[in-house]
C-alpha cells in the first residue's frame, strides 16, 4: 500500500491509495500541518487497517478521528488519526500491563471425570480415583512487597507451574497404578 505525502498550499496531505472496491472514486488525503505529520498519519492508517485489534472513523460533528480498541471499543478522540491511535496504543498497553487485581480469585479447575473401568476377562475392576494434593507453597512467591507487574506475573506463572506439577503427578500415579494392576 503507497501512501503518498503531497503538500498543496499550506497543508500537507497523506495520499491514501484507492480503494480495490471503488476504483472510480478518488484518493482519500488526511490532512496535516506538516511533512512529518502526514507521514504519521499514513503510518498510523496503514497500522490500523492492518489490524484486527484497532478501528478508526471520523466524526464530522466533532472534527475528530476516533480510534476504538477491539470488541470493549474503549474509544480515544484527536483531531489527527496519528494521535488518536497514539492514545489508543498507550491504553492498550497500560491495560495489558496492569496486574490483575489481588481480590480477583481465580477459578478452581474442575476435576476432570475418570474414564470407566476397563474390562479383562469378563471381571470388572474399580478404578480408585487419585486422591487430590493440597496445593504446596510456592519457593518462587516472593515475599514483601511487590514492585513490578514482572514480579507479580512470575508468582503467577510459578502458581500455574505448581498446579501443573501437581496434576502431573497425580496423573503419573494413577496411570501406574494402573499398569501395575493390569500387570
Do not use: C
Not at 501512501?3 to 482519500?28: F, H, Q, S, T
Not at 478501528?55 to 475528530?64: A, L, R, S, W
Not at 502431573?168 to 496411570?175: D, E, G, K
Request: glycine share 6%; charged share 30%.
Amino acid at each position: 500500500m503507497d501512501i503518498r505525502i503531497e503538500k498543496d498550499g499550506n497543508e500537507w496531505y497523506a495520499v491514501l491509495p484507492p480503494n480495490p472496491e471503488l476504483p472510480d472514486e478518488e484518493p482519500l488525503g488526511l490532512p496535516a500541518a506538516s511533512k512529518e505529520e502526514a507521514e504519521a498519519e499514513g503510518r498510523a492508517w496503514q497500522a490500523i487497517t492492518q489490524s484486527s485489534l484497532y478501528k478508526f472513523d471520523f466524526d464530522e460533528n466533532k472534527g475528530v478521528y476516533v480510534v476504538s480498541i477491539g470488541k470493549a471499543g474503549e474509544k480515544h478522540e484527536a483531531p489527527l488519526l496519528a494521535d488518536a491511535y497514539q492514545q489508543a496504543q498507550e491504553a492498550y498497553a497500560k491495560r495489558v500491563q496492569e496486574p490483575p487485581p489481588p481480590d480477583a480469585a481465580q477459578p478452581e479447575p474442575k476435576p476432570k471425570q475418570l474414564r470407566k473401568p476397563r474390562q479383562s476377562n469378563g471381571a470388572k475392576q474399580e478404578a480408585e480415583a487419585p486422591k487430590p494434593e493440597e496445593p504446596k507453597a510456592s519457593t518462587g512467591v516472593i515475599q514483601g512487597n511487590i514492585t513490578s507487574g514482572n514480579q507479580l506475573q512470575d508468582a503467577a506463572h510459578r502458581v500455574r507451574i505448581d498446579r501443573l506439577e501437581m496434576i502431573l503427578v497425580a496423573f503419573a500415579r494413577t496411570v501406574i497404578k494402573e499398569i501395575k494392576d493390569g500387570a
